[in-house]
Structure formats: C-alpha cells, structure tokens
C-alpha cells in the first residue's frame, strides 16, 4: 500500500459552499478511499472508488478518479458547519494496511 | 449492528505500568486493524491480525508491544512498560475482507492512552 497526498493542507469556507480536495498517489490501485476524522476522534469510511471508475457519488460527496494521472477529487457541495474535519484520502492496492498521509484540514465557518 | 468497539475509551498509566488496549470488531467482521496516531500526526499502521493469525506486524514497534485476536473474545493490544512516548490515540478498525481489491475498514473511537 502507499500513501495519499492530499491538497491543500488546510481550506477555509463559508457555510454553503463547496469544498474541494485533491489527492495524489504514485502507483497503481485497485480502489482509493476517503476518510473523515473530526478532532482526535475515530475515521469515518466515506466513500471508496474503484480503479475502473471514474466518478462516484454520495449525498453530498462526489469523488472523482483519474488513474492516468494518479489523482481523485473530493467534492463536497453546500458545506456545513458539521463538515469540519480532517480528510484523507487512501490509495489502496492490497495486502490489508492502509496508509494515512496529513491530510486536508477543512474548516467551515458558519 | 453495533460497530466497532474498543475499551477503555480513556486509559491512564505510569511509567513502567502494562496498558491492555481491547477491540471487539463489527459482526461478521473477522479482520482486525491497529493503527496509533501520535499527537499532533497522522495514524500509522501497527499491525493486522485474523482470528488467532497475526498477518503482518510491520508497523509494531520490536519490543514491549504485542497483540493477539483469539478465536473467542476481543482483539487485545498490549503494551508493556509503558514510556511516556506511548501517549497517544490507538484505533482499530475491522473488516470482512470478502474482497481483496474492494475491501473497507471500519474504525471504532479509539483509546486515548495517557502516560504520566
């Protein structure tokens, strides 16, 4: 398994709009995943694609996946102040261990 | 269906004390995951175990740490002599594993280990 660049680091909105985060990777996957963990607390599986898709969608939450660029987008539309939180992004190819990179820190203002 | 729960969610030691970490996974699920995220860092990977198998320990420090998922009873994280760089969040997650290339973990709350 190898480990997710997320980007930015850090993003700042108003309630009501939309956050986007991107993510990187470096070798082959059979599907990439996206965590959430709000402030020290447990992960939150949200979504996982798989590498024949393209995009995925979720509520709120649309993921994209280029595989011939090695990227995946988050998008969540109307933010909310509950959106506050840490989201990884998680490549994933096999053997059972996911790896976590730093992750984009959200936050969203009311 | 409950999901995964760990115990203690608080656990505070001294110096040279034994911390025992416990994990009952999600029904059904009979793949087990460690990870410790340190403060102020990102989760790491400890160790993935199946029922009374340890898979692989890659991310286990050498020595003072152990963990075992018996076929009856809760996964156990162990840690021996505890030092104050022990301080941090443990997770664990689970999973069915019907899928090699789709498969999904699960966290619990983790356990927040206090060192003094």
């Known amino acids: 398994s190898q480990q997710g660049e997320e980007d930015p680091q850090a993003l700042s909105i108003q309630e009501g709009e939309n956050a986007t985060m991107n993510c990187s990777y470096k070798?082959?996957?059979?599907?990439l995943q996206w965590y959430r963990q709000n402030s020290g607390r447990g992960l939150v599986h949200l979504i996982l694609?798989?590498?024949?898709?393209r995009e995925k969608h979720s509520g709120r939450l649309r993921v994209t996946l280029d595989t011939s660029k090695k990227s995946s987008s988050l998008l969540i539309t109307a933010s909310r102040a509950a959106d506050t939180a840490s989201y990884f992004c998680?490549?994933?190819?096999?053997?059972?261990?996911?790896?976590f990179g730093q992750g984009t820190e959200l936050s969203v203002k009311p | 269906n409950a999901g995964v729960m760990q115990n203690p969610r608080h656990l505070v030691r001294r110096r040279g004390q034994e911390a025992r970490l416990r994990c009952s996974p999600m029904?059904?699920?009979?793949?087990v995951y460690w990870y410790r995220q340190l403060p102020e860092e990102g989760l790491k990977f400890m160790v993935y175990?199946?029922?009374?198998?340890?898979?692989?320990e890659s991310g286990m420090p050498k020595e003072r740490f152990s963990a075992e998922f018996p076929k009856e009873g809760p996964s156990i994280l162990r840690i021996q002599q505890v030092v104050r760089g022990d301080s941090a969040a443990y997770f664990c997650?689970?999973?069915?594993?019907?899928?090699?290339?789709?498969?999904?973990?699960?966290f619990g709350p983790g356990t927040r280990l206090t060192v003094l």
């Open positions: 997650a689970s999973s069915r594993r019907d899928s090699v290339i789709s498969d999904t973990q699960y």
């Open positions: 070798t082959s996957i059979n599907n």
């Open positions: 694609i798989r590498s024949n898709e």
């Open positions: 998680v490549p994933y190819n096999q053997g059972g261990k996911l790896i």
């Open positions: 029904k059904g699920h009979s793949h």
């Open positions: 175990l199946q029922k009374e198998n340890i898979i692989d």
